[in-house]
């Protein structure tokens, strides 16, 4: 059964480092784009960026300075490290399986349940 | 403030039929597929409609999409009280070479 579940630390200090996995079970995570997807409580979501499992990396321009996204295809794990939080980056961290590589059918048709991350001192 | 721009809500009696519009530019729904999403509150977001209007796998046919120019529209016929979620539209901006998100529809059921 395919699935994708985030893990990682559930508060962080403004300043620090937010670092969330994503572990991929069912399938190799080969030959797709995976990404990630934030909302902070009650509002809508935003697309963090994405990664091809040989490293290749898109990023929302707005976070691009702070996030980094990487791939370890021998784990089938998907990394997020986002750099300098503050209580702004308080929300939701979803990862989703995102489009073949090569095709433009541009979609999230797999998504994880999601992670609770609060930025607070 | 949202690149993708919907309306904040949405409501309409059981039975009834929704539209839920997404207007953009010709940097993402004018030139790149549009894509759908339902989230429940408290739930992860699923995806609907694909490829501006192919329903994903065992989403009912009562769902549908089309796009025209730079307006993306999500029709719902015979509404359920199980639909009221919140909707969303998102579209690859080839400017900004990123996925962007409209802000959301809440659709109310009444």
């Known amino acids: 059964q395919f699935q994708l579940q985030e893990s990682g630390p559930g508060l962080v200090k403004p300043s620090g480092t937010l670092s969330l996995t994503c572990t991929v079970s069912g399938a190799s995570i080969t030959s797709y784009w995976w990404n990630w997807v934030r909302q902070p409580p009650g509002k809508g979501l935003e697309w963090i960026g994405e990664?091809?499992?040989?490293?290749?990396?898109k990023y929302n321009p707005s976070l691009v300075s702070r996030a980094t996204i990487s791939a370890d295809k021998s784990k089938s794990q998907l990394s997020l490290r986002l750099s300098s939080v503050t209580a702004a980056d308080t929300a939701v961290y979803y990862c989703a399986r995102g489009h073949q590589k090569g095709s433009n059918s541009r979609k999230f048709d797999f998504w994880g349940q999601g992670i609770l991350v609060a930025v607070s001192s | 403030q949202s690149v993708l721009t919907q309306p904040p809500s949405v409501s309409s009696a059981p039975g009834q039929r929704v539209t839920i519009s997404c207007s953009g530019s010709?940097?993402?729904?004018?030139?790149?597929?549009v894509s759908w999403y339902q989230q429940v509150p408290g739930t992860a977001p699923k995806l609907l409609i694909y490829d501006n209007n192919k329903r994903a796998s065992r989403i009912p046919d009562r769902f549908s999409a089309s796009t025209s120019g730079t307006l993306a529209t999500l029709d719902i016929t015979g509404l359920q009280t199980g639909d009221e979620a919140d909707y969303y539209c998102v579209a690859w901006h080839s400017r900004l070479s990123a996925m962007v998100f409209g802000g959301g529809t809440r659709l109310t059921v009444l």
């Open positions: 010709t940097s993402d729904i004018g030139n790149n597929y």
């Open positions: 990664v091809y499992h040989t490293g290749g990396t």
